[in-house]
């Protein structure tokens, strides 16, 4: 496997421009100026990059909807606003290699013709904001940045829904985050209501090596369907937690082991959350006999999503885990639509209950129903990112919320 | 009193502007403004806000209450910030937070007597991998135990 995004991450200082670019930043700027804007379009199409944000979609098929022609600007958002429970993968690219993303921003807006790009940082990642924002003046100080382009920082302030493309640009704009109904899709009708483009931080980053060795390198690697590398961040029970460049594909198995170092005093593992806290959870067998692509985990009846993985060892308990993820959706629904709003409150309500022994008879399938009523019935996916661990974390662990009804109490 | 931000916060304000195509759009940047003025974001500033950007004060209101990191009144002097996310609560977040309040003799939500510590709880701050964590103002302290914890407050003026 080549290092895509992580083979500047260990030498020191790589986040400024003179170590970057001892290291290769920018150079792919000038075979980019040589092609013509369709011609990149063309590359990273070819190259099978998909979304690394989490929903996976084919990044050059998205820069192809932008209208051709348009006589309104085009606007590049690039979304750092890394909050679902598990990630943390963004968050190493700004720290360690800014001018990667730099390098990145520059090749999708040359494809898109974007002359504006906003930067969105979630307002906790104030340092790198501060990381970023430094090494953004030092590019730009270097003339690397054309006077054609501007690059302008927006900080957020809180709020988990603004990772939603649409709530994304809502904040942007002034409003509350609160997500879009679609159509229109931001391609066509997004931040000012004009054309628009949002692409994750590890997505962008991922360009300068297809523009440097060419599409058909980075397909080289990955699968089928999942081409290149991705990064994966693992915590939860696990020896050696971390952000780590993987080539799509690899099994689980051999992730937790050669990379994280195995389960914490080889306790036996529980259960694996593989794409951060939204996606439907995987048993231990389910996870063992898995692999790290879009279409090997779908397959498993789960998500490669943002590649936060979440890894639970038999000391937890999986009633508390979900209480703890309910919670989170909770807290963080935006409150626009009703099924959400009220769902999520009802879920964590029933789940609290449940882990303090105090489960009713039928509160099971009172929150199967619940997640049935919430998913695919909002205008945003966030009901279906709480649903999608209910009914697997009940299906699959379904004794275990048993033992609790029976015993009247956690039992661990 | 009606409010308004110093000489040198005010054209950074203006500047702001500049970068988008509605006024509106300077909203957020405008409320950090404010926040890293006061502390909070107080009535006043709202209505400054609202006329410094053409837009109503329930607008300002709407969007001020809508996230979580504007605070609506004045915090003690340090902000820290538990995070008690799944992934944090794995590798001892509860025991985390009750060492901290324990340590500050304040509940969540509250302000130390001298106005020195603010304890908030929060949901996922992409620090999963070095959990328990903290975040105190713009830093983040990350994991952490008690010697740790003893340290970092201490050094806290």
């Known amino acids: 496997?080549?290092?895509?995004?992580?083979?500047?991450?260990?030498?020191?200082?790589?986040?400024?421009?003179?170590?970057?670019?001892?290291?290769?930043?920018?150079?792919?700027?000038?075979?980019?100026?040589?092609?013509?804007?369709?011609?990149?379009?063309?590359?990273?199409?070819?190259?099978?990059?998909?979304?690394?944000?989490?929903?996976?979609?084919?990044?050059?098929?998205?820069?192809?909807?932008?209208?051709?022609?348009?006589?309104?600007?085009?606007?590049?958002?690039?979304?750092?606003?890394?909050?679902?429970?598990?990630?943390?993968?963004?968050?190493?690219?700004?720290?360690?290699?800014?001018?990667?993303?730099?390098?990145?921003?520059?090749?999708?807006?040359?494809?898109?013709?974007?002359?504006?790009?906003?930067?969105?940082?979630?307002?906790?990642?104030?340092?790198?904001?501060?990381?970023?924002?430094?090494?953004?003046?030092?590019?730009?100080?270097?003339?690397?940045?054309?006077?054609?382009?501007?690059?302008?920082?927006?900080r957020g302030a809180g709020a988990y829904i603004c990772g939603e493309e649409t709530a994304l640009l809502n904040s942007i704009e002034g409003w509350r985050g609160w997500p879009r109904i679609r159509p229109p899709f931001p391609a066509i009708a997004g931040l000012f209501g004009c054309p628009t483009i949002v692409n994750n931080v590890e997505t962008l980053a991922s360009l300068p090596f297809i523009m440097n060795e060419g599409a058909a390198a980075y397909a080289a690697m990955g699968t089928e369907k999942s081409k290149g590398t991705k990064l994966i961040s693992v915590c939860g029970h696990v020896k050696k937690p971390g952000v780590y460049e993987i080539e799509l594909g690899l099994p689980i198995a051999k992730f937790l082991v050669e990379y994280a170092g195995g389960t914490i005093e080889e306790r036996p593992l529980k259960a694996v959350i593989p794409g951060g806290s939204s996606v439907p959870v995987l048993t231990a067998a389910e996870a063992l006999g898995g692999c790290l692509s879009y279409e090997a985990c779908e397959k498993a009846g789960t998500m490669l999503g943002s590649g936060g993985m979440i890894v639970i060892d038999e000391s937890a308990c999986v009633v508390r885990c979900l209480a703890d993820i309910a919670k989170f959706y909770h807290h963080e629904s935006c409150g626009q639509c009703t099924p959400c709003r009220e769902g999520c409150g009802w879920i964590k309500k029933i789940c609290d209950r449940i882990e303090a022994g105090d489960g009713r008879d039928g509160d099971l399938e009172l929150m199967l129903s619940i997640a049935d009523n919430m998913q695919g019935k909002t205008i945003c996916v966030f009901a279906d990112a709480l649903a999608m661990p209910v009914k697997s974390f009940v299906t699959k662990f379904r004794s275990d919320f048993e033992e609790h009804m029976r015993l009247g109490r956690c039992p661990k | 009193m009606a409010f308004s931000l110093t000489k040198e916060r005010q054209v950074e304000a203006e500047d702001v502007l500049k970068r988008y195509p509605t006024k509106r759009a300077a909203l957020l940047p405008v409320l950090w403004l404010v926040q890293e003025q006061t502390g909070y974001v107080p009535a006043e500033a709202v209505e400054f806000a609202a006329k410094f950007l053409d837009i109503t004060t329930t607008e300002v209101w709407g969007v001020v209450t809508f996230y979580t990191m504007f605070n609506r009144k004045p915090i003690g002097r340090h902000h820290i910030q538990i995070c008690t996310n799944l992934c944090c609560k794995l590798k001892g977040a509860d025991w985390l937070l009750g060492y901290v309040k324990e340590k500050l003799s304040i509940k969540v939500g509250e302000t130390t007597r001298d106005k020195k510590f603010q304890l908030s709880t929060v949901e996922c701050l992409g620090s999963c991998g070095t959990a328990p964590m903290m975040q105190i103002d713009n830093d983040y302290y990350e994991n952490l135990d008690a010697e740790k914890v003893d340290k970092i407050i201490s050094q806290l003026k």
């Open chain 1, 1 to 154: 496997m080549k290092k895509v995004l992580t083979k500047n991450f260990d030498i020191p200082d790589s986040h400024t421009l003179k170590v970057a670019r001892a290291n290769g930043a920018y150079a792919s700027l000038d075979k980019l100026f040589k092609m013509k804007p369709e011609d990149v379009i063309e590359e990273v199409k070819k190259s099978g990059l998909r979304g690394r944000g989490g929903a996976g979609f084919s990044t050059g098929m998205k820069w192809g909807f932008i209208p051709k022609n348009t006589d309104k600007p085009v606007y590049l958002v690039v979304n750092s606003d890394e909050s679902e429970p598990g990630t943390f993968k963004d968050r190493a690219i700004l720290e360690k290699d800014p001018h990667l993303l730099i390098e990145g921003i520059i090749i999708a807006a040359r494809a898109i013709n974007s002359r504006t790009v906003y930067v969105y940082f979630r307002g906790e990642y104030y340092r790198q904001w501060e990381r970023f924002f430094g090494a953004l003046k030092e590019a730009k100080d270097a003339g690397l940045i054309g006077n054609d382009l501007q690059i302008h920082t927006h």
